[in-house]
Every structure is written in structure tokens, then in C-alpha cells.
């Protein structure tokens, strides 16, 4: 399938602002960071919990920690990949047990992911509390799994796709809605 883009949702300016009030709503409900874990899902997710992590350092005056988290071997489509799987090592800077455990991603939208990454957490430990942090909800959800942060709800038509582009990985930021080419 081939995609073009559709529309602009946020550029790098409204990224920042939405990340911004992310960080804010994560202080408030915790109260603050104590025994607060960030945890990026592997790709995009590990970057906006470091830029989540900066803000709220700039906020409390002192660092939040940060971990990574690779679902590969928990999807429940793995058996259907095509391609050779890579499996990325966990990166956990502390035990997350008893800790709040703010789970970070893109885009929600099967809710699959993060029903994955659930899994990989629970096997690495019983956290006090697990949140969910993503910078855009498309809904569609297959999954009765709801965020607690949202940068945006964007409804979308399942021909559609959000692409979240990071300097850190794509060399600039943005998010754009794609939609697929009808086949003539």
C-alpha cells in the first residue's frame, strides 16, 4: 500500500506544547516524581519519554528516571511478521517494582502495543501503577485500553495513518495524517 500526505496535525512548536502539558498532568496526578519511571516503547516512544523527562526536570528542578521498552517478543501477530525480527535489550535504570510506571508512545491506536507492552513490564516486575502516555490517539481501539495522557485525539478513517516524525529519529518533528492511494 502506498500512502501521501493527507495534513499537517501539529509541527514541532505544537509537539512541544502538547508535551509540555503532558509533563504538567503527570506531575499533578503523581504529585510530583517520586517513585516516578518513565518507560519509552521502542522506537518513538523512547524519545518522547527522554523529552518528557527534560521538561519535568525543568519543572521539579530534578531529574525523572528513564527506561526503554522492546515488545517485539510479546505482539500477538509475531507468528504473521514478514520480515526478520530484531530484539532490542530492556533498559530499565531501576527495579520497577512498587514504582509509577508511565508508559510512552506515539500514536494509540489497536491498542495492541501497548496491551504488549504491558506484558514485557509485568514480566520484569509488579509496578504500584502503570500509566499511559501518548502524544496522539487515533482510536479504533480492538483493546479496552484507554490513555491517560493524550497530546491529541485525532479521529481518523482506518485508511488513514499518523506519522509521528522526531528529529531524533526522522530528523525533523511533526505529525501528518497519511492516507492511502486507491489502486487503479
Do not use: C, F, W
Request: glycine share 6%; charged share 30%; aromatic share 2%.
Amino acid at each position: 500500500m502506498q500512502y501521501r500526505e493527507k495534513t499537517s496535525l501539529m509541527d514541532a512548536q505544537a509537539m512541544q506544547r502538547a508535551l509540555t502539558r503532558i509533563a504538567h498532568e503527570i506531575l499533578e496526578r503523581n504529585k510530583g516524581i517520586e517513585d516516578l519511571v518513565l518507560v519509552g516503547i521502542r522506537r518513538r516512544g523512547i524519545p518522547l519519554a527522554h523529552r518528557l523527562a527534560n521538561i519535568i526536570e525543568r519543572i521539579e528542578g530534578k531529574p525523572v528516571l528513564v527506561g526503554a521498552l522492546d515488545i517485539t517478543l510479546h505482539r500477538d501477530d509475531l507468528d504473521q511478521l514478514q520480515e526478520q525480527v530484531t530484539v532490542h535489550p530492556n533498559e530499565l535504570p531501576v527495579s520497577i517494582v512498587d514504582k509509577i510506571v508511565v508508559l510512552v508512545d506515539d500514536v494509540l491506536y489497536t491498542g495492541r502495543t501497548v496491551r504488549a507492552a504491558l506484558d514485557a513490564l509485568i514480566e520484569l516486575g509488579r509496578p504500584r501503577m502503570i500509566q499511559l502516555a501518548v502524544l496522539v490517539d487515533r482510536g479504533h481501539r480492538e483493546l479496552p485500553i484507554r490513555a491517560d495522557y493524550v497530546g491529541k485525539n485525532v479521529p481518523t478513517s482506518r485508511r488513514e495513518q499518523i506519522s509521528v516524525r522526531l528529529s531524533e529519529v526522522d530528523g525533523s518533528d511533526g505529525v501528518v495524517i497519511l492516507e492511502q492511494i486507491a489502486s487503479s
